[in-house]
């Protein structure tokens, strides 16, 4: 028995889980821990299939919508819980999950996996700008639409993730000094 508990325990997963407000950075942070060669599942990503699965175009309210439904039909944790069985069959000893938007999320991961949330922060002004800019179908074309998005957001419970965060990232000057202070915090929290 001692030897199948030390099996299971070499396997675990180390999770850091990126959080942050659309437009943060969230991405780059990803794209940096990528370049290292670790995987990175995309929160978002789940809520994309799903609207696809529903036969609906990624537009900023559909994805919105789904995003809701689908908390409400399967419990605040499903976009995690739905990203668990990806995160166990790699096989990869550490783990990006980027988007994570409630405590329900972050604590299916911790029951699972050892979970840091690292939080990647911007100004309202300066992920607008950001968004406007990428212009990916389900990013606002508004600033309405924006605030709309926020709102929603921070109603699933972004804002306590982002709290709670082992380490914080401020985004607000360049792409590069991201790059930079992404480097410094995944070293730090990937040691830990």
Not at 32 to 41: F, H, I
Not at 68 to 88: S, W
Request: hydrophobic share 40%; net charge positive.
């Amino acid at each position: 028995m001692d030897r199948k508990v030390r099996s299971s325990s070499m396997t675990k997963v180390k999770v850091i889980a990126i959080a942050g407000m659309p437009g943060a950075g969230k991405g780059i942070v990803s794209k940096t821990a990528s370049s290292r060669g670790t995987p990175v599942l995309v929160c978002g990503d789940v809520v994309r299939e799903e609207t696809a699965k529903r036969g609906l175009e990624p537009s900023p309210e559909n994805m919105g919508k789904i995003m809701l439904e689908i908390r409400r039909e399967e419990g605040p944790a499903v976009v995690a819980e739905r990203l668990i069985p990806k995160i166990e069959s790699s096989a990869a000893r550490l783990v990006i999950v980027e988007g994570v938007r409630s405590m329900a999320e972050v604590e299916a991961l911790r029951r699972k996996h050892s979970t840091v949330i690292v939080a990647v922060h911007a100004s309202p002004k300066t992920r607008y700008d950001r968004l406007i800019a990428r212009g990916r179908s389900d990013d606002s074309k508004s600033w309405e639409e924006f605030v709309e998005r926020d709102a929603r957001e921070l109603g699933v419970g972004i804002g306590n993730v982002i709290a709670l965060a082992q380490e914080m990232l401020i985004n607000e000057s360049s792409v590069e000094d991201l790059n930079a202070a992404s480097e410094t915090v995944l070293s730090k929290v990937t040691q830990e």
